[in-house]
C-alpha cells in the first residue's frame, strides 16, 4: 500500500496570504494525484486531478504541481472560504490511499 | 446535477453486519465506477472499495474479508456490506462516484458500533 504524508498538519495563514501545502508519497505515483477540501460537517470537494488539472467549477487561486513522490497544493490568495482541511490522495496503485490532511486556520 | 444519498442503520452491534445503500438521482448510475469511503471522528479518508454498474469489485485489502458491495442499476442504487463489525468501524462513511478520483460524494452517514 502506497503512504501518504503531507505537511505541515497545520497551516496559519491570513486572509489573502499565500498558502502552500505538501504532500509525499511512499513511492512514485507518477501524476496519479487528486488534492480534495473538506470543510467541518461536509463531503470532501474535488479540486485538482492529475496532479494539476482544477476540477470543474474550481477557482484559479488553487493551482497543483508536481510528480512522482513529491506534490505541492498551492492556494494563491486566501479567501474565507477556503479555511478547511486538506486531503491528498494517490490513484496510480491499489488501494486508494489518501494522506493525513493538512488543516488550513486563520492566523 | 448527480446527487447521491446514503441510508441505512445509524447504529450496529459489535460483530453484526452494517449495511448501507447509496441512491444516485439526476443522472444514470450505469457506466460509472462508484466507492465507498470511510472517516472515524476527526480523522482521515480511508477508501473501502469500488463497484462497476457490470457488478465488479476492487476492494481495500485491509477489509476485504468483510466487505461485499453490490449494485441494482434497475433502481439506481449500489450498497456496502460489512460484517462482523467492531467499535474501530465507527465512522461516517459516504459513497461517492468514481475509483481513480472521486468528483460527487453524499453527504455522509454516520453509523456507530456500539451494544
Known amino acids: 500500500e502506497i503512504v501518504m504524508t503531507q505537511s505541515p498538519a497545520t497551516l496559519s495563514v491570513s486572509p489573502g496570504e499565500r498558502a502552500t501545502l505538501s504532500c509525499r508519497a511512499s513511492q512514485s505515483v507518477s501524476s496519479n494525484l487528486a488534492w480534495y477540501q473538506q470543510k467541518p460537517g461536509q463531503a470532501p470537494r474535488l479540486l485538482i486531478y492529475?496532479?494539476?488539472t482544477r476540477a470543474t467549477g474550481i477557482p484559479a487561486r488553487f493551482s497543483g504541481s508536481g510528480s512522482g513522490t513529491e506534490f505541492t497544493l498551492t492556494i494563491s490568495s486566501l479567501q474565507s472560504e477556503d479555511f478547511a482541511v486538506y486531503y491528498c490522495?494517490?490513484?496510480?496503485?491499489?488501494?486508494?490511499?489518501f494522506g493525513p490532511g493538512t488543516k488550513v486556520d486563520i492566523k | 446535477q448527480v446527487q447521491l444519498q446514503e441510508s441505512g442503520p445509524g447504529l450496529v452491534k459489535p460483530s453484526e453486519t452494517l449495511s448501507l445503500t447509496c441512491t444516485v438521482s439526476?443522472?444514470?448510475?450505469?457506466?460509472?465506477?462508484w466507492s465507498w469511503i470511510r472517516q472515524p471522528a476527526g480523522k482521515g479518508l480511508e477508501w473501502i472499495g469500488r463497484i462497476y454498474t457490470s457488478g465488479s469489485t476492487n476492494y481495500n485489502p485491509s477489509l476485504k474479508s468483510r466487505v461485499t458491495m453490490s449494485v441494482d442499476t434497475s433502481k439506481n442504487q449500489f450498497s456496502l456490506k460489512l460484517s462482523s463489525v467492531t467499535a474501530a468501524d465507527t465512522a461516517v462513511y459516504y459513497c461517492a462516484r468514481g475509483a481513480t478520483t472521486f468528483d460527487y460524494w453524499g453527504q455522509g452517514t454516520l453509523v456507530t458500533v456500539s451494544s
Open positions: 439526476g443522472g444514470s448510475i450505469s457506466s460509472y465506477y
Open positions: 490522495q494517490q490513484y496510480n496503485n491499489w488501494p486508494r490511499t
Open positions: 492529475g496532479a494539476s
